[in-house]
């Protein structure tokens, strides 16, 4: 492969993005703005990343639209930004050259759902959970779950997960086919509909985790699943993470077809108990679900159970009313913001790992460790059953010191990850934060490989400029 | 994207394979072949495709020595045609440009199982047998299983599937990482352990299913499963293939999480029974494995019962003992040889596609009609669950009229099976026979788009040129 490459961009002149602004404006009318709260509400905004705005934002209907922008900006050389809720974590979003930020929400057209074949087409602005509002009449669901209702195009971006990939898989698994608008304006379908297919190289997942730089995903055809007939959910404390994480090995390994296996360390159940006005035991705790035929959801709980008392003596609470299990999760899925009410004021810096399984109660102890050591206030949450967690540190983004003790923190914690054969994001993504840790994971040539791909897309390096391998 | 690109590779002169033997042998004894018999039986020898056999066979024995000839090929610009055990079925492993056969089957080495993970290491040249073999005692294996005991690099390279896919996924969905010798020779590591990331392109996944074309795989990073605790399997005749196929669909959609759900048509019952001296009855067929717990399998077993009965009126048998089970699915397995027993003599064509499994029926129902008037021996098998089925032309490969009819017959498949949003192959991969189908399949820009890609990781063409995008 050549040497890393240069850019081949210069940064648009106030002269080009002004004259765009003009023709944008003539053409969609009050679609395109450049008022300065939109702007910055189309930059990052959720974390410690620093906001950059672009400098204009287009709202698009249709597929043809955002190709008709692509070329636009082809043709004058103008970085875009596709966006989606804007809940992605590590600067996804950021504009640090300016340009066109492509906001895809308005394209919530739900295509087509083949009830038969168990998939569906949609637009990319729709939202997970407006998706699962369209399905649940017809007794299917759609299983990714990252906690934010993100939009399924932004989750397709980021190859996200969540709480229900130990069973359902990642945002890999689970598409079927996507359209997308290239660097050039050009609209390719990736794959058919089939289940599965050799028919060439696999175009979904290379743009799948692209993060916007490759292409702008338009409509996405997804795997679907039959809601199960019994879902039963609970809760376990334990003296420690490590005997925690011990109980979840343990169960992976003896085939438990686990539908979610959630770590709570004390501190986020201390925070969840206070956001959420809960009594969940202040220890660390595993929160489970389980899937399947009235009799397999028993028999699954049974053996957890049998699992889980070889690592703790404290009671094991099951939920299996509806809104007893729904209270639970959306306790897990506000241990966001509920992290964030530990400390009122500070900022929240949100990032994860991923390690191989039998290493995650020594990666989990040691970071543990570390945070005592730092003296940070950084609650733990993770999906455990696929070995990945996330630590969320608190920071008073003011005062310097503070800032490059957390910088710190996340470096260590990084690379005693990947120390573990593990990775710097199991699915927060690169965006701009972890952008410095692809080569301590993948190793300069690998690295260089998708420079080279996103060179030969991308030559003019429009899309999504300075995320994943900044040209 | 640029217009479709022109070869930048003649093809090496006699002079040039002349000195880069006298180099090789110099360097690895007999470890190079240039005999005529190691050539042929290093080009394709399966089925009707023409044999078209390398220069050189090397056989090599670590990726560091793929890596070597690999740059020494790159810098006289020679192809490489990467070659495990033989079995694939579209012409992959022919050298229409000569060069040098990189044989793995020295590369034998299970490097690594981490029962704790659930994963293991495994050099390119282990086949799924030897692998399967190793891992009994450890009560772990690897699901994947296309009939043929190919190697575990072949499967990667042809993104293979196979009878558990339905349950288990393809190669797509097991691997975890690469390690690849790109076509500069450079060695790179597609990935890490753990079990998902969101940390930059999917390099892992643009290998699997690239025949070669892009480099060689040398060492897999495989998921595993424990053994299920209990396993049955059964046979349920159907009256015809549609009822067979209606059967399925309802079983999929119900979502009783099959491992195996293969249909056999009369025509490869009637070759199954002469060749493995069974008597099973002779219509269409179901074959169906279940795994789980003792109640699980039970109740999986009973739930399709009830289906099976809307759809047919035959008996449902059931073979739990191993040795049963066993020999049911070495039947199936010999569905390949057993279909060249119907006509002694005469070459076989093997060709797959796949639907989404709402169009099967009527996909292989129209297929059915289509071989009666074309007056054919063609038996069919399928991996129903994925949509996915295969016809097996045999054809007397000297009648040139006969052979027209069958490329004639296998163009109205692809054709009828992409009309119903389905691929010109589930499984067996591009190779040479199904290259003119990906335009029809994928559309111009797609497959454009996967020539971008080839030619910016193989500028030279040297990397099994003349399979999938021949630039």
């Known amino acids: 492969m050549n040497a890393i490459l240069s850019p081949s961009r210069p940064k648009p002149s106030e002269a080009t993005i002004s004259d765009l ?22 930059g990052h905004t959720l974390t410690w990343v620093k906001n950059q705005p672009p400098d204009i934002v287009f709202y698009a209907r249709t597929t043809e639209e955002v190709s008709e922008i692509v070329k636009l900006c082809a043709e004058k050389r103008v970085p875009i930004v596709p966006f989606g809720t804007g809940t992605s974590l590590e600067g996804h979003i950021n504009a640090p050259d300016g340009g066109v930020c492509i906001d895809l929400s308005l394209m919530k057209r739900i295509i087509a759902v083949h009830e038969e074949d168990l998939d569906c087409v949609v637009e990319a602005g729709v939202t997970r959970k407006e998706l699962n509002e369209h399905l649940r009449d017809k007794g299917l669901f759609f299983p990714i779950d990252p906690g934010a209702d993100a939009s399924i195009g932004g989750m397709v971006a980021t190859r996200a997960s969540g709480t229900n990939a130990v069973r359902y898989g990642t945002m890999k698994d689970v598409v ?8 050039t304006g050009e609209i390719v379908k990736t794959s058919s509909r089939a289940r599965k297919s050799s028919a060439g190289y696999d175009l979904t997942r290379l743009m799948i985790g692209s993060e916007g730089t490759l292409g702008i995903v338009t409509e996405i055809t997804l795997k679907l699943n039959g809601i199960p007939e ?52 202040e220890s660390p705790l595993l929160l489970l679900e389980f899937h399947g035929s009235e009799a397999g959801v028993q028999e699954q709980a049974e053996r957890f159970g049998e699992i889980a008392a070889e690592f703790t003596d404290k009671p094991f609470v099951w939920a299996t009313k509806p809104e007893e299990r729904s209270r639970l999760w959306q306790a897990r899925h506000d241990a966001y913001w509920a992290a964030r009410g530990l400390r009122p004021g500070a900022q929240s810096v949100a990032t994860d790992v991923c390690v191989p399984i039998s290493r995650l109660a020594e990666c989990v102890a040691e970071t543990k460790r570390d945070i005592l050591e730092s003296g940070m206030i950084a609650p733990i949450v993770g999906h455990v059953g696929d070995g990945n967690f996330h630590v969320q540190p608190l920071v008073n983004a003011d005062d310097p010191a503070e800032v490059a003790a957390c910088e710190a923190f996340v470096d260590r914690l990084v690379k005693r990850a990947v120390a573990m054969e593990g990775t710097c994001t199991g699915e927060h993504g690169v965006g701009q934060k972890k952008m410095k840790y692809l080569e301590i994971e993948h190793g300069a040539d690998a690295l260089n490989l998708m420079r080279v791909l996103k060179r030969a897309m991308d030559p003019h390096n429009i899309m999504n400029p300075g995320k994943i391998v900044a040209l």
Chains 1, 2 share one sequence.
């Open 176 to 183: 079927l086919s996507l359209t997308v608008v290239l660097p």
């Open 230 to 281: 019994a879902i039963s959910a609970g809760i376990c404390p334990f003296p420690t993470v490590k005997a925690a994480c011990d109980a979840v090995i343990l169960t992976i390994q003896s085939g438990i077809p686990m539908a979610r296996i959630e770590l709570l360390d004390e501190v986020q159940v201390k925070a969840v108990n206070l956001h959420s006005k809960l009594d969940l035991p």
């Open 21 to 42: 602004t003009t023709e944008l404006s003539r053409r969609f009318g009050d679609r395109v703005s450049t008022s300065a709260a939109i702007r910055e509400q189309h």
